[in-house]
């Protein structure tokens, strides 16, 4: 049977008054960020929680008031639910996501939404035949910093831009986490940031050189790459889970430059420079973080459902997608290089 012919009717939301009712999919760290961050959100209530282990899943829906709890997917998706965030590795996220969207059901995923740029596009598909909303939960995009950051560079506050350095690297504990067995992969978990930071500043790259170190299964330690653009702009990345990187972010430009604290992805600070006569002359803009970090993100998305919308404006599928288009050009590179 066709993806076309097992579509579920499109997703019911029939009171835009009444709260957007979650499912969460998983009970890891970031299930419970996402959990006590909802929390947070008017407009919003967490209905069920699934696990693949009952004893986690009641666990959890203990902990946070959830009336319903599974350990079963799909039985999860028969409850009354109107969207589900899905938190699970990300070697998942795939047939997860895809199962939901057939379902009917509003779906958003954790970062990253596939493992390539055609996984992303086929989810893109289904939601669109589905009338489903569909997105990646890049929080960093949705992060008040990043508003105003957007609102700098869009009003010349550093001339005109003309490059961007980011990197995300920590030597995780070689434990039995998802990151270390196939499919796991630090761009797409660390990597994932300053290429999205590098396209929502610059855009879609034309040129990219990459080198990396990747095990004999596939797994990729580290990388650095360099985006080009046309007019010699360009953008310099890196990531890795067996060494430290300097996480702070910068975006250069004709006049100026601005730099985003450590943990640039969720920072709360920035700091716009400009060099005169006195010297480097700086003006700091700094955000309050509402909860863990995801209540931006969480608010709207659950206003956008209640809105019948199948995107949001801010993080598009399109956007994801070409961001994946970069990182699968990264993979490639690296994947022809360095073995670990």
């Known amino acids: 049977m066709t993806d076309l012919h097992r579509l579920q009717s499109g997703p019911q939301y029939a009171d835009k008054a009444a709260p957007v009712r979650w499912g969460i999919v998983g009970t890891g760290s970031i299930s419970r960020e996402i959990a006590a961050d909802l929390g947070l959100v008017g407009g919003a209530e967490i209905a069920a929680v699934t696990s693949r282990r009952a004893a986690s899943a009641d666990a959890f829906a203990d902990q946070y008031a959830i009336p319903l709890r599974f350990d079963d997917y799909s039985a999860m998706l028969d409850a009354d639910l109107d969207a589900v965030y899905i938190a699970t590795p990300h070697v998942t996220h795939f047939d997860y996501v895809r199962e939901a969207l057939l379902r009917g059901r509003n779906v958003l995923c954790e970062k990253p939404l596939g493992l390539t740029a055609a996984e992303v596009r086929e989810l ?3 939601a669109g035949r589905s009338g489903a909303f569909l997105m990646e939960a890049m929080w960093m995009k949705f992060n008040p910093l990043y508003r105003r950051l957007r609102e700098l560079v869009d009003t010349g506050a550093i001339g005109e831009v003309r490059s961007v350095r980011a990197s995300f690297g920590a030597p995780f504990p070689r434990d039995d986490s998802s990151r270390w067995k196939p499919g796991g992969s630090t761009l797409l978990d660390q990597g994932i940031y300053p290429v999205t930071l590098a396209h929502l500043v610059l855009g879609p790259p034309s040129r990219i050189i990459a080198a990396g170190v990747v095990r004999d299964d ?6 650095s790459f360099t985006l080009h653009y046309p007019d010699g702009r360009f953008a310099q990345g890196a990531s890795s889970m067996v060494e430290f990187l300097d996480m702070s972010a910068s975006i250069s430009g004709t006049t100026g430059w601005i730099t985003i604290d450590t943990g640039f992805w969720y920072a709360s ?12 002359v700086h003006e700091s803009h700094e955000i309050e973080r509402e909860g863990n970090g995801y209540v931006p993100m969480l608010r709207e998305v659950s206003a956008a459902i209640r809105g019948a919308k199948p995107e949001h404006p801010w993080h598009t599928l399109e956007d994801t997608a070409l961001v994946f288009d970069t990182m699968d050009e990264i993979r490639s590179q690296i994947c022809a290089g360095e073995r670990a």
């Not at 596939?218 to 990388?223: H, T």
């Open 124 to 126: 893109g598909r289904i």
């Open 218 to 223: 596939g797994v990729d330690l580290s990388e």
């Open 269 to 280: 600070r920035l700091s716009v420079h400009r060099l005169t006569a006195e010297g480097d």
